[in-house]
């Protein structure tokens, strides 16, 4: 059950007043042909009095002496509040759980047994204060209150002028389908009309052709009275020309075919694929906005950008895509750049600055109207172009332990039989080689870059850069080349390795496989002898950057950029991409890296 609102009833009452200011309440008592102004309202009576009347219903030394009386009013309250569940109790306390009065039964007995009450002294003296700090604070943001007013205004204003020019719009483009389906009518109107009359003129003319066939009548009945000449030479010459025409006629009469056709078949028109385009017209809403996919978004040279739109969002006219450079402290904020309509999920970006962040955003179009942008996502261009290649089918690597795809862009390590075969010379103290693979295209000057991605189940997986005579070397003789007692970063021969190490090589392969990333002991990346800050978790994209000219090659974590590893190396010859697979692993190239579509110096 539910209590009055006493107190609101009393505002309503003194609002109402105060509006009926001029209208006196009559005395409920006066005879009704005298009836007096009221002065007095009784609460206990329930029943407004003029003075008169209300000494004679309320006489002194009598109970209702003792009633309580206010100015004259039609609000009738009890003067107490009564509980709604036990109608004879008063309501003494309040009850914070449910929020409202209750009286003792309540809480001995009733529903709000187990509920925690206050007396109402104190819920009226807290409530009290709550409220007054509510409005106090209210009446503090006045100005900001008006000002938010202020543009709630201009945003209605705004409102009601893109209603009216959406409208105006709308008005305009069904006026312009309305003139094109007009314009189109009175067309194929037209053309159905020359077409009628043309056969009728045709049909008319074979008609009147053949009329004349008939005796007494055109070309028979002339004929007939050319016969009735018995001029020779008058004869001869009629009948030479009319025999012409009569062998026409009959010609024609051998070989009846109408002179047009009857059938207006070429009119007929098909609209039911626009009336279905028609039905299909959408008068929806804002569109949803679409989604990068990051997973299928590359940036190198170019930004290859991929999207998609929410599930079971309607069909879009077109897309925009915006992008900016992200700019640095020391660098002035950039504007963003619009490409073109796009009417496929995915655009390319070109000529974007090399290592750089850009930051990307894209929107639909429904109608006319734009959906909001999607959350921006942000790619970091590689530091040097793009280089182009294929894994080498020609470079000699092993066919039983390395399988090529079709494609010439991924090569997966098989541990085969003659795996296990070679296996078994541990025992006697040799080593299971590297099955090493190149790129088909070789690097001789400039700067170069090129990314690709390691399987995270891979076993073993060298990664790096070599000059042609070491790939020499190795695939004439590559029994010995991966035993620990001539790698680098194996552990063995450590009084010699940090030598070793520091000295311009020919070659450069950075360690990883199972899931993980070995940066080499002598990496300016990593503290001696520091194991934790030598092992990373394998990035799932990996970038290499040869700098031909400098002598030196980058390792990246290919997504953020960020430089995972570099050294020296000596690129006096021809350097090659090169990878080395053992014990079952895969690598795959990017993209971008096999379609060989950016030019590099």
């Given at each position: 059950m539910l209590f009055r609102n006493f107190t609101l009833e009393s505002i309503v009452e003194r609002y109402r007043q105060a509006a009926r200011a001029a209208v006196a309440i009559m005395c409920n008592m006066c005879k009704p042909a005298a009836v007096q102004e009221a002065t007095k309202s009784c609460m206990d009576c329930k029943a407004s009095y003029c003075n008169e009347c209300f000494k004679l219903h309320h006489p002194w030394g009598t109970p209702k002496a003792q009633h309580e009386y206010v100015g004259p009013t039609t609000n009738f309250r009890p003067k107490v509040l009564m509980c709604p569940e036990h109608e004879m109790e008063k309501v003494n306390m309040y009850c914070e759980v449910c929020r409202r009065p209750v009286c003792h039964l309540c809480k001995l007995g009733g529903s709000h047994a187990n509920h925690k009450v206050t007396s109402m002294s104190s819920a009226y003296k807290i409530l009290k204060e709550k409220l007054s700090k509510s409005i106090h604070y209210l009446i503090s943001k006045e100005d900001q209150v008006r000002n938010q007013i202020s543009e709630l205004e201009v945003l209605i204003h705004q409102t009601e002028e893109n209603g009216q020019l959406a409208e105006r719009r709308a008005n305009e483009h069904f006026e312009r389908l309305f003139e094109t389906l007009q314009e189109k009518?009175?067309?194929?109107?037209?053309?159905?009309?020359?077409?009628?009359?043309?056969?009728?003129?045709?049909?008319?003319?074979?008609?009147?052709?053949?009329q004349g066939m008939l005796e007494n009548s055109g070309l028979v009945g002339y004929a007939q009275e050319v016969l009735k000449e018995t001029d020779q030479s008058c004869f001869v010459q009629t009948a030479k020309q009319l025999h012409v025409r009569v062998q026409k006629a009959t010609e024609s009469l051998k070989t009846f075919q109408p002179a047009a056709s009857p059938s207006f078949d070429e009119f007929f028109?098909?609209?039911?694929?626009?009336?279905?385009?028609?039905?299909?017209?959408?008068?929806?809403?804002?569109?949803?906005?679409?989604?990068?996919?990051?997973?299928?978004?590359?940036?190198?040279?170019?930004?290859?950008?991929?999207?998609?739109?929410?599930?079971?969002?309607?069909?879009?006219?077109?897309?925009?895509?915006?992008?900016?450079?992200?700019?640095?402290?020391?660098?002035?904020?950039?504007?963003?750049?619009?490409?073109?309509?796009?009417?496929?999920?995915?655009?390319?970006?070109?000529?974007?600055?090399?290592?750089?962040?850009?930051?990307?955003?894209?929107?639909?179009?429904?109608n006319g109207v734009y959906s909001p942008y999607s959350p921006e996502v942000s790619f970091h261009t590689p530091p040097a172009p793009v280089f182009g290649f294929l894994f080498n089918e020609k470079c000699g690597f092993s066919v039983e332990r390395l399988q090529l795809s079709k494609?010439?862009?991924?090569?997966?390590?098989?541990?085969?039989?003659?795996?296990?075969?070679?296996?078994?010379?541990?025992?006697?103290?040799?080593?299971?080689?590297?099955?090493?693979?190149?790129?088909?295209?070789?690097?001789?000057?400039?700067?170069?870059?090129?990314?690709?991605?390691?399987?995270?189940?891979?076993?073993?997986?060298?990664?790096?850069?070599?000059?042609?005579?070491?790939?020499?070397?190795?695939?004439?003789?590559?029994?010995?080349?991966?035993?620990?007692?001539?790698?680098?970063?194996?552990?063995?021969?450590?009084?010699?390795?940090?030598?070793?190490?520091?000295?311009?090589?020919?070659?450069?392969?950075?360690?990883?496989?199972?899931g993980k990333l070995f940066i080499p002991k002598a990496s300016i990346t990593a503290s001696a002898g520091d194991h934790g800050n030598r092992v990373l978790p394998l990035p799932q994209r990996i970038g290499v950057c040869l700098d031909y000219d400098a002598g030196r090659v980058f390792f990246y974590d290919a997504d953020t950029m960020r430089c995972l590893y570099e050294r020296q190396v000596d690129c006096s010859g021809t350097m090659y991409p090169a990878f080395g697979l053992m014990g079952g692993g895969a690598v795959h190239l990017e993209e971008f890296i096999t379609a060989k579509r950016l030019s590099y110096m």
């Open positions: 009518k009175t067309e194929m109107l037209r053309s159905i009309e020359q077409s009628r009359n043309c056969r009728l003129n045709k049909f008319k003319s074979q008609v009147e052709e053949y028109l098909d609209t039911s694929k626009e009336e279905s385009l028609l039905k299909e017209l959408s008068f929806g809403g804002v569109p949803d906005p679409p989604m990068i996919d990051l997973s299928q978004s590359r940036v190198y040279n170019e930004g290859l950008i991929h999207w998609r739109l929410p599930e079971d969002s309607l069909p879009t006219d077109h897309h925009v895509l915006e992008y900016k450079k992200v700019a640095t402290e020391d660098e002035a904020k950039s504007q963003w750049q619009m490409s073109d309509r796009i009417y496929g999920s995915s655009t390319v970006v070109c000529d974007l600055d090399r290592y750089c962040r850009y930051a990307f955003r894209v929107r639909s179009c429904r494609r010439r862009d991924s090569v997966e390590s098989v541990a085969g039989m003659a795996f296990l075969l070679a296996a078994d010379r541990v025992q006697t103290g040799s080593y299971i080689c590297l099955d090493y693979i190149v790129g088909d295209t070789g690097i001789s000057h400039g700067r170069h870059y090129w990314a690709f991605r390691v399987d995270p189940s891979s076993y073993m997986v060298k990664v790096g850069v070599a000059s042609d005579s070491k790939l020499i070397e190795w695939f004439h003789n590559p029994r010995d080349t991966s035993s620990p007692r001539y790698d680098h970063d194996s552990g063995h021969d450590s009084g010699s390795e940090d030598t070793c190490y520091d000295l311009s090589q020919p070659f450069t392969l950075v360690t990883m496989g199972m």
